[in-house]
């Protein structure tokens, strides 16, 4: 993975915006290594079209085995809720109705994001350096 030139104040918090192209070529470990990687130096990773409900498990249970205390104390993560108004009709499926219907994913170091608000078409956060 290219590595994203880090930003020159203190003052910031990065944001990676991941599409979800970038993500399907990749296991389900290869994802939460990097969403992983990504909060671990302090980063809000945002993720286009979220994980599966496994990869989320996953994602939690890993998560938790790399807690420590001085250093990295866990994650938030958001997700907009499944959409359950698919079109599984044949037309629908042939036009691309039948796509995965996962949303959007915010996940951030677990010090630095509170949850403010959260509905089916608004996650409002407050992110703070540290």
Do not use: C
């Not at 203190?10 to 994802?31: N, P």
């Not at 959007?104 to 089916?120: R, S, V, Y």
Request: zero cysteines.
């Amino acid at each position: 993975m290219p590595q994203a030139k880090q930003p020159d104040d203190g003052d910031g918090v990065q944001i990676d915006l991941v599409s979800g192209e970038r993500m399907e070529g990749l296991t389900s470990m290869e994802k939460i290594r990097l969403i992983l990687d990504g909060v671990h130096d302090g980063n809000i990773v945002i993720l286009e079209e979220g994980l599966s409900p496994d990869e989320e498990s996953k994602l939690i249970e890993v998560t938790m085995a790399e807690i420590s205390p001085d250093e990295f104390n866990g994650i938030e993560i958001e997700t907009y809720p499944r959409s359950d108004t698919r079109d599984t009709s044949f037309l629908g499926r042939l036009v691309g109705g039948d796509r995965s219907s996962a949303k959007l994913t915010a996940i951030g170091p677990a010090n630095q994001i509170e949850t403010l608000h959260k509905d089916e078409t608004l996650i409002s956060a407050l992110v703070s350096r540290n």
